[in-house]
């Protein structure tokens, strides 16, 4: 025979692998898992068979690649991924990017269907949506009675605000006809006040996590309607922060956990009592200023009647004074260790009391206290005010520059002074006549 050209193994290995790269490449397979080995370097390995024909899989980095947790033995799923030729071993393999069970494909596609119609409807248009009650009494809960969604969302909500009261409406989150009862909840939580159950003031719709089929009952048109025409706020809360549902869409409000949305629906207490200290701060600090400036000008008007006066008789209406301006600020004083004494009762009994009527009855009580400290403080002024000028008129009346218009002199020794008695005088002494008009100097004779 003549010689023939021939190709090495490796050559005809590498044109294979081209050939599939090339020609069939990235593409979906539908088909049953057997023989899943996971290695402990984090890479799986599987088979994807039918009833005619398999093919060897390998999933690198497993636990990063989306739909992971789908694959086991039996079970029948889609792989994305790109087929190889491994020129080592010439075998065909998949290298798996992700995966998902049969038929998530037909759930996507009715999520986004139902999730265009509605959108086109405006249920999704932020001008609807309501906001929450700032501190509510009573908080609906639509979720299974015996998952841990509802123990996770109780223990937030005891720990954030132990006054609340809380109205479950247990439903089953999943299954065959599910939605149906989680939107008949939905209805039921706006008008239950007529069977005698506390009304609640917001609602949280939710469950724990789950796979695309495990939160469905969220998805149907059934529960977003309910959702939609709740006559309260409501509160979506469905799987985990990576989840969406047609019901977080519609809901008030979007919560990526349930634990998230009973955090949401209440204010924290510490917050709460926090606030309250520092209103009763500022009230204090409010009032003991005014206290103090209405001291400072008692104490001028005080000092201006003593520079005023020559007579000693006129200290008595200032010690009187002294003593009024001393019980008012007793009074006030007084009036806010009482208000102390009332916030600190209030602090202790939080249970018994409601922050927001709390906040209600204090702003009142400060109303009140603000107009009848500034009546007080006004008549106290005015009072002050009308013995300043009346001390005033006396002043004028008895003092000396009246007494000499009446023809009264006064006459001063040579040194300045008030002779008081001739017996003080000399012979050739200079004194000094005060008149009302003028002043007369004189020579003592005799």
Same mark, same amino acid.
């Given at each position: ?53 398999? $093919? ?185 922060? $990576? ?114 009527? $709390? ?88």
């Amino acid at each position: 025979m003549g010689s023939v050209k021939a190709i090495s193994v490796t050559q005809l290995a590498r044109r294979i692998r081209n050939l599939l790269e090339i020609e069939v490449g990235d593409i979906w397979v539908e088909g049953e898992i057997s023989n899943v080995r996971k290695q402990g370097s984090g890479h799986w390995y599987f088979s994807l068979k039918d009833e005619s024909a398999q $093919i060897s899989c390998a999933m690198f980095g497993a636990r990063r690649r989306a739909g992971h947790e789908v694959i086991e033995d039996g079970a029948k799923v889609q792989i994305f991924g790109e087929t190889s030729f491994y020129e080592a071993r010439g075998s065909t393999q998949l290298i798996v990017k992700k995966a998902q069970a049969v038929g998530v494909g037909d759930l996507q596609a009715r999520f986004e269907a139902l999730k265009r119609k509605l959108d086109e409807e405006g249920l999704f248009s932020q001008e609807r949506k309501r906001s929450l009650p700032a501190f509510p009494k009573v908080v609906g809960v639509v979720t299974s009675p015996t998952g841990a969604a509802l123990q996770d969302m109780k223990n937030v909500l005891s720990r954030r605000a132990p006054w609340l009261t809380v109205v479950l409406f247990p439903v089953a989150v999943q299954g065959k006809g599910a939605e149906r009862g989680i939107a008949r909840a939905i209805r039921q939580a706006g008008a239950v006040s007529e069977k005698g159950v506390p009304q609640p003031e917001v609602l949280i719709v939710g469950r724990g996590g789950g796979s695309l089929e495990d939160l469905w009952n969220f998805n149907e048109e059934v529960v977003a309607r309910a959702i939609a025409t709740s006559s309260i706020p409501v509160i979506s809360a469905v799987g985990h922060e $990576i989840d969406f549902t047609i019901s977080d869409f519609v809901a008030d409000l979007r919560a990526p956990t349930p634990s998230a949305a009973a955090e949401l629906v209440v204010p924290d207490r510490k917050d709460l009592l926090d606030r309250i200290e520092n209103l009763r701060s500022r009230l204090s600090r409010g009032v003991r200023g005014r206290v103090d400036r209405l001291s400072d000008q008692l104490d001028y008007y005080e000092r201006g009647i003593f520079t005023q006066s020559a007579e000693r008789k006129l200290q008595q209406p200032v010690f009187r004074l002294e003593g009024l301006r001393r019980d008012f600020s007793n009074v006030i004083e007084e009036s806010i260790r009482m208000s102390e004494r009332l916030i600190s009762a209030y602090q202790a009994n939080w249970d018994r009391y409601h922050p927001r009527e $709390i906040l209600k009855r204090r702003q009142e009580k400060l109303d009140g206290s603000q107009v009848e400290f500034l009546n007080a403080a006004k008549n106290a002024l005015k009072v002050q005010e009308g013995r300043i000028e009346h001390l005033s008129s006396v002043l004028q009346v008895l003092g000396p520059g009246s007494i000499l218009d009446r023809g009264f002199s006064i006459t001063f020794d040579p040194r300045g002074g008030i002779v008081k008695s001739a017996a003080a005088l000399s012979q050739g002494d200079i004194i000094t006549t005060q008149m009302s008009d003028g002043k007369i100097k004189s020579v003592v004779k005799e």
